[in-house]
């Protein structure tokens, strides 16, 4: 069992930068691909990042492709997401996952382990 603990959110201008974190309080994911979602009040969840158990393939959602990036640091056992040139549409509570099955990682569906999510409010 994997329990992943998100940070790092907080309110912040449009055009500003954040930086989530996302910790294995017990266990460890240093063997799973590991994702970031997020869903904003009233939407659907959706894809945003996700990166592969060794660290050196990423994926991003075309809405945040170039500005956010994610990477892992294994010893530490936490996953980032970097989040510059933020817009107020980023406005959402940002989740980690880790544990896709199979394909179709950007399908949140497909991950068995969830943080608790992290509030980012971008102002405009």
């Known amino acids: 069992q994997v329990q992943l603990v998100e940070s790092g959110g907080g309110l912040v201008q449009a055009g500003g930068s954040l930086r989530l974190s996302c910790t294995a309080s017990?266990?460890?994911?240093?063997?799973?691909?590991l994702g970031w979602f997020r869903q904003s009040l009233g939407k659907e969840r959706e894809f945003v990042a996700r990166?592969?158990?060794?660290?050196?393939?990423?994926y991003y959602a075309d809405s945040v492709k170039g500005r956010f990036a994610i990477s892992r640091d294994k010893p530490k056992n936490t996953v980032y997401l970097q989040m510059n040139s933020l817009k107020p549409e980023d406005t959402a509570v940002y989740f980690c996952?880790?544990?896709?099955?199979?394909?179709?990682?950007?399908?949140?569906?497909?991950?068995?382990?969830w943080g608790q999510g992290t509030q980012v409010t971008v102002s405009s």
């Open positions: 990166i592969s158990w060794r660290g050196d393939i990423t």
């Open positions: 017990r266990g460890t994911f240093s063997l799973y691909q």
């Open positions: 996952a880790a544990k896709c099955s199979g394909s179709d990682c950007d399908n949140g569906a497909k991950y068995e382990y």
